[in-house]
């Protein structure tokens, strides 16, 4: 019996396990997945969350359900991987074994990796929306804002879902432009990029949007540390706040440094067309866990895991691997007023205006709002827990395709 074992359950490791169950035959393979707890978490919510679209119950699920039969779960934290013994090591003991080792254990936020974040203002003037009691607490703290300052920030890149931010502030000043107070709160978005985003046209497209909301941008802004209400840049501007909605440190998860296999922020290092981990011909890395130049989305998990699984088969065959993951991401971003933008791109092509996926027809627009988009973003929910999750087809091609997009890129 072949072992492979897949460390974390979230996004791409169910996805993985679920398609290599299909791939596999069992009577040689014996497939786990190993997650700390069993609740799935549907993480674009969270963006929602604050303003009411979604309550908690509507973003978790069982994880074990979303497990095809044959494939094994065990609940634990990994202490540690040997590499070399080819062992996994769990925190109350428990030793796995394995022939071939998947990390697909994400990226997390750290907020005590900058000082002050979570001093006594912490879920009392200082808010996160990237976990679950964060995004809920934000809820609560947004409904009772009357007014003055507020502030999103991020504190470094990468980060998950890097247009995240941005779409909280849209939908901030939408929020309270709705509720009638949106003349006693002032915007600022504070970014250590030097723009809106990480992509030029992109950026000039959404900078350009903040601008019209009256939204200011303080670039170039990189935290050293928060002092009571005020932000603190390294070259000592300061930036005070009322409300802080921040995107604290992301990092991979603590035992993959602990074990040898991570870079400055705990990813692995991989190939980044086959996924195959740097220092060990027998580790992939999947999804957020690995430290390839594209955006750590749910989207790019998906269209990995696509190119992964024909690797995978090949090589624990001993066959050269052929596929070649190209960095595709896709993302809707939503800007307020049920409208929303999508933007597609990969290693080598920035997000491009345009309409997706037929040439002329979309129905969906590249890098312009529209109402479709949104409900794109809401029916991805469904889509999520019923085709994506168990890796049933879905009829759009993984690779970056520049059928639809303008590559002259023209002002709309
Ligand atoms: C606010 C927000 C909005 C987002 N919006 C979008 C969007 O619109 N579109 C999009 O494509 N993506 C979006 N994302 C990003 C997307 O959710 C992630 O990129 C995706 O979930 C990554 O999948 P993953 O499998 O790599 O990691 P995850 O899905 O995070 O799974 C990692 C798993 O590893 C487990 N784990 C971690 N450490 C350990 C350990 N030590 N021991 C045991 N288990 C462990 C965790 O419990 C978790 O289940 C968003 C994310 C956030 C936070």
Not at 70 to 82: K, W, Y
Not at 123 to 143: N, V
Request: with cysteine; hydrophobic share 40%.
């Amino acid at each position: 019996m072949r072992r492979l074992v897949i460390l974390g359950g979230g996004t791409a490791g169910t996805m993985a396990a679920n398609k290599l169950r299909r791939r596999l035959n069992l009577d040689q393979w014996q497939i786990t997945v190993v997650d700390q707890t069993d609740e799935h978490l549907y993480q674009p919510g969270l963006l929602l969350l604050p303003f009411g679209t979604y309550q908690a119950k509507d973003l978790i699920r069982p994880r074990r359900r979303f497990l095809s039969s044959g494939v094994d779960l065990v609940l634990g934290d990994i202490e540690r991987v040997f590499p070399v013994e080819r062992k996994v090591l769990l925190a109350d003991g428990h030793r796995l074994p394995y022939d071939y080792l998947v990390i697909a254990t994400g990226t997390s936020p750290r907020p005590d990796q900058t000082p002050g974040l979570l001093g006594p203002q912490w879920r009392r003037s200082i808010f996160d929306f990237y976990t679950l009691d964060g995004a809920a607490a934000l809820a609560q703290a947004l409904e009772t804002f009357q007014g003055g300052r507020l502030v999103v920030h991020i504190v470094d890149m990468p980060i998950k879902c890097p247009v995240a931010p941005l779409e909280f502030m849209f939908l901030a000043e939408a929020f309270f432009r709705g509720r009638g107070r949106r003349d006693k709160v002032e915007l600022v978005y504070v970014t250590p990029l030097p723009g809106a985003f990480t992509k030029p046209i992109a950026s000039a497209q959404l900078g350009s949007m903040l601008d019209e909301r009256g939204i200011a941008v303080e670039p170039d802004f990189l935290v050293e540390r928060v002092d009571d209400h005020t932000l603190v840049s390294y070259d000592e501007r300061t930036v005070p706040f009322d409300l802080l909605v921040t995107v604290p440190l992301n990092m991979g998860a603590e035992y993959v440094a602990r074990s040898g296999l991570g870079d400055e922020l705990n990813y692995v290092p991989v190939d980044k067309h086959t996924l195959l981990s740097r220092t060990s011909d027998r580790i992939f890395a999947l999804g957020d866990a690995n430290n390839i130049p594209t955006s750590k989305a749910g989207s790019v998990a998906h269209f990995e895991v696509e190119s992964f699984v024909d690797n995978f088969v090949a090589h624990v065959d001993g066959r050269p691997m052929t596929d070649r993951f190209d960095g595709h991401a896709n993302c809707f971003v939503e800007s307020g007023d049920g409208r929303a933008l999508l933007i597609d791109f990969n290693y080598d092509t920035e997000p491009l205006p345009g309409s997706y996926p037929l040439p002329g027809v979309g129905p969906l627009r590249l890098l312009g709002e529209s109402r479709l988009n949104h409900w794109g973003k809401l029916a991805f929910r469904w889509l999520y827990w019923h085709v994506l999750l168990p890796g049933r087809p879905v009829p759009l091609p993984a690779r970056m395709s520049m059928a639809g997009k303008h590559q002259t890129p023209r002002m709309e």
